[in-house]
C-alpha cells in the first residue's frame, strides 16, 4: 500500500508489529492535527536548503535522515542549525546524508579539496548542530522507552560520479553495517531506502540498498523512516513494518524549489 503526500494528511491509519512473544510498539501516522497518546515524531530528510519552506508540525522528535545541506559547506549547516534552534521539540534525531560532507570526518579530512576551495571543520559543524538540539546518531537512543537507531551509511556513489560522504560498497561492507541493528529496535533511521522500498530516486532508477532490506527480515522494526530517493516520497507497509520516505526536496539538490510535507506518525507502546 502507498500513499500520496496529500492522503497523509486526510487518514489515520493504524498499524501493529506482529512478533511475538516479545511485547511490540504500534506505529500509527497521523494527520497533524491528530492527539493521540504515543510518541508524536515528525520525520523529514532531504531538505537540501528547503528548510525555510517547511510548515513543521509540533511534536516530541523531531527526526531529519540526512542531506540538510547541498555543498556540505560550514555557511549552510549554520543557516540550517539557526532554522532548526528554533523549532520546539523535546528531542531532535539527525543521521546525514551523503551531501553533508564534513561530518563524515575521516573521510572528510582525506577527500575535501575534491569538494571545497577551504577546509570546512567537521567539529564547528557538529557544534553547531549540537547548539540547534540535535543528537547526531550512528547508533542507538531510547526514548520514553522507544528504542530509535539510526545510521548514515548508505550504498557509495556509481564510479562514473564523485564519492560523496558515507559512502560503502554494496555487498559485504553494508552487510556488516546493518548487522549491528539491534533486534529490538523500535524505530530504525537510515539515509538510505532499502532496496525495492520507496527508493525511486530523481533520475527514475531505483537506488535503494539490498543488505539492508535483507537486515529487515530479522530486526522488523515498528517504522523504518529515510530518505535519499526524493520521488519515492511516502509511506508504504509490510506485513510487519511501516516504510516511510521523508524526503522533504521533490527534486534533486532541492533543485525545483518544490517541497513534500513532513510525515507525522506516533509510536505506542502497549
Known amino acids: 500500500m502507498e ?8 487518514a489515520i491509519l493504524a498499524y501493529r508489529r506482529r512478533c511475538p512473544p516479545k511485547p511490540c510498539c504500534k506505529a500509527v501516522l497521523c494527520k497533524t492535527s491528530a ?20 510548515e513543521m508540525p509540533a511534536g516530541d522528535v523531531l527526526i531529519h535522515c540526512g542531506d540538510f545541506t547541498n555543498d556540505g ?6 543557516h540550517f542549525c ?25 573521510w572528510y579530512l582525506e577527500h575535501w579539496q575534491e569538494w ?41 556513489q556509481p564510479k ?25 529496535v523500535d524505530v530504525l533511521l537510515t539515509h538510505t531506502p532499502p532496496a525495492q522500498r520507496l527508493d525511486l530516486a530523481s533520475y527514475e532508477k531505483r537506488i535503494g ?11 522488523a522494526p515498528a517504522a523504518h523512516v529515510f530518505g535519499h530517493a526524493h520521488r519515492g516520497y511516502g509511506v508504504q507497509f509490510s506485513q510487519k513494518t511501516c516504510f516511510i520516505n521523508a524526503a522533504t526536496a521533490c527534486d534533486r539538490r532541492g533543485g525545483d524549489g518544490e517541497i513534500n510535507p513532513p510525515v507525522v506518525f506516533e509510536v505506542v507502546n502497549p
Not at 492527539?35 to 517547511?54: E, F, N
Not at 571545497?116 to 547548539?131: C, F, T, Y
Request: with cysteine.
Open 35 to 54: 492527539v493521540r497518546g504515543g510518541l508524536r515524531c515528525v520525520a523529514i530528510s532531504d531538505t537540501h536548503m528547503l528548510h525555510d519552506s517547511l
Open 209 to 219: 540498498c539490498e543488505e539492508l532490506a535483507k537486515a529487515l527480515l530479522r530486526v
Open 73 to 78: 559547506t560550514l555557511e549552510e549547516c549554520r
Open 116 to 156: 571545497h576551495r577551504e577546509v570546512q571543520s567537521p567539529g564547528e559543524a557538529r557544534d553547531m548542530l549540537e547548539a540547534a538540539g540535535f543528537q547526531v546518531l550512528h547508533g542507538a537512543v531510547r526514548i520514553d522507552g522507544v528504542q530509535f537507531y539510526g545510521s548514515p551509511l548508505q550504498p557509495r
Open 82 to 106: 539557526s532554522w532548526a534552534a528554533a523549532l520546539r521539540f523535546r528531542h531532535k534525531l539527525l543521521v546525514c546524508g551523503n551531501h553533508d560532507l564534513p561530518l563524515d570526518d575521516e
Open 160 to 184: 562514473n560520479r564523485p564519492q560523496m560522504a558515507f559512502g560503502r560498497r554494496r555487498g559485504q561492507e553494508l552487510k556488516e553495517e546493518w548487522a549491528k541493528i539491534p533486534a529490538d
Open 3 to 10: 500513499l500520496e503526500h496529500f492522503e497523509l494528511e486526510k
